[in-house]
């Protein structure tokens, strides 16, 4: 039986869930003066080990982001050290990074050397064939940002890597809280502005909802 949102409307929320939720969303995405603030604004406890562990996630997720993948994988190890090994896509995933940032780099001898040792072993994967296969497909182009796979040369693709490696770092649920909190709300407007008509209850917007 489905569960009628509207029995939520009138219960009260406890201000320091709302405190927790935003905290979350804070260390999850690094935004280590916001925390501080934050922190210092509602009298909160600061998580065990919550700078620390920051301060590393931002350092590695910068080195991802600015094509230096090696050092990324380097200092995932000290945090993590099983996390890629355990890991198989994630770990192809940093590495064609690096692969990536030597072809922009126009060294096509060293790329194809760094793919056989490192790219190729996945190979005996049959999900990571077509992946190789887009990979060293850059290879054969002059201008490889005008190749059919210039997505794999993207600051999006290199956004994905981060993400999922920031993730998989935290140990924890797909998405932060905050972001669950948000997936939440949308449902249950949506449910209620079918079910009522949108002039009672609109679909959520967040720009909106900032707004206010």
Known sequence: MD?????????????????????????????????????????????????????????????????????????????????????????????????????????????????QTKLTPFGKVQKYVEKLEDFMALLAYEEPEKSPMFHLLSLEYRQHVADNLNRAILERPRYAAMERLIQQTTAVRQCLSQELGKDVHPPFSLKDFMKS
């Not at 869930?17 to 501080?36: F, G, M, Q």
């Not at 990324?72 to 690096?98: C, G, P």
């Open 3 to 115: 569960v009628d949102p509207r029995q939520y409307e009138h219960i009260a929320i406890n201000d320091n869930d709302i405190h927790n939720i935003v905290l979350s969303y804070l260390v999850h995405n690094c935004y280590k003066e916001t925390v501080d603030s934050f922190i210092s604004c509602t009298g909160m406890k600061q998580p065990a080990n919550c700078l620390e562990d920051m301060e590393m996630r931002k350092r590695i997720l910068h080195f991802a982001l600015e094509g230096n993948a090696l050092k990324a994988i380097e200092l995932t190890e000290e945090l993590a050290q099983d996390l890629l090994e355990k890991n198989k896509d994630l770990h192809f995933d940093l590495l064609s990074l690096h692969f990536v940032e030597l072809v922009c780099s126009r060294k096509c001898t060293e790329a194809l050397e760094f793919a």
